[in-house]
C-alpha cells in the first residue's frame, strides 16, 4: 500500500527584511528540494578543501627525499583526506541528490519525516565541522592530542546526522510512492538509492557502536591498564577502519548506477529493458553491506590455493558473498544500461556523466575485489587508496550528471550541453590519473599512509612516521597521480562556477526539457512547494511514456 505524504514544509518568509527572510528560510527549511541543494553545496566545498589537501600530500610524495610538510602532520592529513572524502563529500553528495529528486520521482508531495532529515544535515554540518578541527589539533586517527576524544563523537555526529537523512529517504521510497508505483515500477535512480540506503541503516549502526565504545575505552580506561591499546588514538585503525575503506565504500557508489540507467533510458527514449535484470545487478552490490556488519576484511588468505577443499570454501563463500557478487551486479547493471545508448546512438551531456561514472563504479568494485586476494599483498597499499579515490570521483562524476540531468527542476533553469560535455571528459581523465597510478604503484608495494595501524596488532606494519621510498618510480606515479587530482579539482571549481551562473540567469527550462519518461518531468521547472498539483496513478514503469504519443520503440 502506498500512500502520500502531506507533512509540513518550510514556513514563508517573515517580514524582517528580504534579505534575512531568505536566510532564514534556507536555514529551517523543510523543502526537501533545498535540503538536498544544502547537501550538494557543502559537501562541493568540503571537496574543495579535502582535494587541495590530497594534493598537498601528492606534492609531498613526489619526492621521497625531500619533505615540505611536517611529518607530525602527515598522518592527521591522510585521516583528513580519507574521512573527508567518504563523509564529507561522498555520502553527503549522493544523499543530497536522492534527498532532491526522489520524492520527485516517486510522486510523493513531500519528504516523509522532513524535519527528522533537515536536523539530519545540520547534525551533519556541526560534526563536519568539529571533526575537522579534531584532526587539526592533531586528535584524529594515529594522533596524540587531546582532542581524540572530540574527534570520535563529531564522527558519531556526522553518521548520525547522515542516517537521519537517509532514513527519511528511505521511508519516503517505502511509504509515500504514488498510487499503482510498486517497488518494479520504481525508477532506476529510486532503486538504487532504496538498496544504498537500506545497506546504510545496516552497516553505519555498527560503526556508530564502535566509536561509541573507542571513546568509552579512550575516556575512562587508564593508559596502565590491561586493555590500554583501547585507549588509544590508534585503536580507530584496528577496530573501526572497516568503515574508512572497501568494501563499506562501495555502499556509497550504488546510486551512481541507478542515474545511469536513468539517464540512458531518458537519452535513448525507449523503455529500457530488461529492467529486472538492471534492479537484480543494483540490488547485489547491496551486499557489501556485510562487509561492514562482520567488522572486518573478508579476503582470500595467502595459501588459499593450496588449502584443501574445506578451507577454501570457508574462504571463498563469504568472499564471494562480499565481493564477488558485488563485482558482477555492477558489471550487469553498467552494461545493460550502458548497451541502450550502443543501440540507439544518442547521447546527452547527463547520459556521458552516466556513463563515466559507471567505468568508474565497474573499476572501484572491480579493484576492492582485487585488494582482498591475500596473495596479491595489496592491502595496507596505495592501491587500496586508488581504489577508494576510484570511488570517490565515480560518486563525483554522477553528483555532476545530476546536476545537469535535474537541475532544472530545482532552479527552473538549465546547464548549457556544450560547456558540461568538456567538463565530464576534464574530470573523467582526471580521476583515471589520479588512480591508476596509486593502483600500478600498490603492485611495487607502496605503503599508503591512511590509517598505519600498530605493529603489535598488525604484523609487518611499523609505528614509524610514513615512509614512501618503495622499489619502483615513486616519483613518476606520485607526480601522475597528483596532477590528475588537480584535473578533478579543476573540472568541478569550473561546474560550479558554470552551475551559479547558469542557473542565477540562464536559460529558463521547460517542464520536460529532455523528453522523460518518470514523474519528476510531469511538475513545472522549478518544482513547486509540494511538488505536483495533482495525484497522478500509475500504470507502468515509465509514467510520462504512457501518456505521450507511442511514436518509440521497445529497448
Known amino acids: 500500500m502506498t500512500t502520500i505524504d502531506p507533512h509540513a514544509t518550510s514556513s514563508s518568509p517573515s517580514a524582517a527584511g528580504a534579505g534575512l527572510a531568505c536566510v532564514a528560510e534556507w536555514l529551517t527549511t523543510t523543502d526537501h528540494k533545498r535540503l538536498g541543494r544544502l547537501y550538494i553545496g557543502a559537501s562541493a566545498l568540503a571537496f574543495v578543501g579535502v582535494a587541495a589537501v590530497a594534493l598537498l600530500l601528492g606534492i609531498e610524495r613526489i619526492s621521497p627525499t625531500r619533505e615540505w610538510l611536517d611529518v607530525d602532520s602527515l598522518t592527521q592529513l591522510f585521516a583528513l583526506e580519507r574521512f573527508g572524502f567518504i563523509y564529507l563529500v561522498m555520502v553527503p553528495l549522493v544523499l543530497g541528490v536522492a534527498l532532491a529528486i526522489v520524492p520527485l520521482q516517486v510522486g510523493a508531495r513531500s519528504l516523509a519525516f522532513p524535519r527528522l532529515a533537515a536536523a539530519g544535515f545540520w547534525a551533519w554540518l556541526l560534526g563536519a565541522v568539529l571533526a575537522v578541527v579534531a584532526i587539526v589539533n592533531n586528535g584524529g586517527p594515529n594522533g596524540e592530542g587531546r582532542f581524540y576524544n572530540l574527534f570520535v563523537l563529531s564522527t558519531v555526529l556526522v553518521l548520525v546526522g547522515l542516517l537521519a537523512s537517509a532514513g527519511a529517504v528511505l521511508t519516503t521510497i517505502l511509504t509515500t510512492r504514488a498510487p499503482g508505483m510498486n517497488l ?3 525508477p532506476f535512480f529510486t532503486w538504487s538509492v ?12 555498527v560503526l556508530v557502536g564502535d566509536l561509541l565504545y573507542l571513546y568509552v575505552a579512550h575516556r575512562y580506561i587508564p593508559a596502565d591498564a590491561a586493555l590500554n591499546v583501547l585507549s588509544s588514538n590508534r585503536a580507530l585503525a584496528e577496530w573501526a577502519g572497516f568503515g574508512f575503506s572497501q568494501p563499506t565504500t562501495v555502499i556509497f557508489a550504488i ?5 545511469l540507467a536513468d539517464a540512458a533510458a531518458t537519452a535513448a527514449g525507449t523503455r529500457l529493458r530488461p529492467r529486472g535484470v538492471i534492479f537484480g545487478g543494483i540490488a547485489l552490490m547491496g551486499l557489501t553491506a556485510f562487509g561492514a556488519v562482520l567488522q572486518t576484511s573478508v579476503t582470500l588468505r595467502p595459501g588459499f590455493v593450496d588449502a584443501g577443499f574445506g578451507d577454501k570454501l570457508k574462504d571463498l563463500l563469504p568472499f564471494g558473498l562480499v565481493h564477488g557478487l558485488a563485482a558482477l551486479g555492477v558489471f550487469v547493471a553498467f552494461v545493460f544500461g550502458a548497451q541502450v545508448l550502443v543501440d540507439s546512438k544518442k547521447l546527452t551531456s547527463a547520459a556521458l556523466f552516466g556513463v563515466l561514472a559507471g567505468l568508474l563504479a565497474l573499476a572501484g ?19 587500496e587508496e586508488g581504489t577508494l579515490l576510484t570511488l570517490v570521483f565515480a560518486a563525483v562524476l554522477a553528483a555532476m550528471g545530476a546536476v545537469s540531468y535535474w537541475g532544472q527542476k530545482w532552479w527552473g533553469s538549465t546547464l548549457p550541453a556544450k560547456s558540461t560535455l568538456p567538463l565530464a571528459l576534464l574530470a573523467f581523465a582526471g580521476a583515471e590519473l589520479a588512480t591508476l597510478p596509486l593502483l600500478i604503484a600498490g603492485f611495487a608495494d607502496q605503503p599508503s599512509g591512511v590509517f598505519p595501524a600498530i605493529e603489535s596488532t598488525n604484523p609487518g606494519v611499523t609505528d614509524a612516521p610514513v615512509n614512501f621510498i618503495y622499489s619502483g618510480p615513486a616519483e613518476l606515479w606520485n607526480l601522475l597521480s597528483t596532477v590528475g587530482i588537480g584535473l578533478v579539482l579543476l573540472a568541478v571549481l569550473v561546474f ?20 522523460g519518461q518518470t514523474l519528476e518531468w510531469a511538475t513545472t ?5 509540494h511538488n505536483f498539483a495533482d495525484i497522478h496513478i500509475v500504470k507502468s514503469a515509465e509514467p510520462l511514456l504512457d501518456l505521450k504519443p507511442s511514436t518509440r520503440s521497445e529497448a
Open 184 to 186: 518494479r515500477r520504481v
Open 194 to 205: 532504496l538498496v544504498a540506503t537500506l545497506c546504510m541503516v545496516v552497516a553505519l549502526p
Open 255 to 259: 546510486p551512481v548506477l541507478g542515474f
Open 365 to 383: 568494485v572491480s579493484s576492492s575485489a582485487l585488494s582482498h586476494i591475500g596473495a596479491a599483498h595489496l592491502l595496507g597499499t596505495t592501491f
Open 496 to 515: 560550479v562556477a558554470l552551475s551559479i551562473r547558469s542557473f542565477i540567469g540562464g536559460e529558463a527550462a521547460g517542464d520536460d526539457p529532455w523528453d
Open 525 to 529: 521547472s522549478p518544482a513547486p512547494l
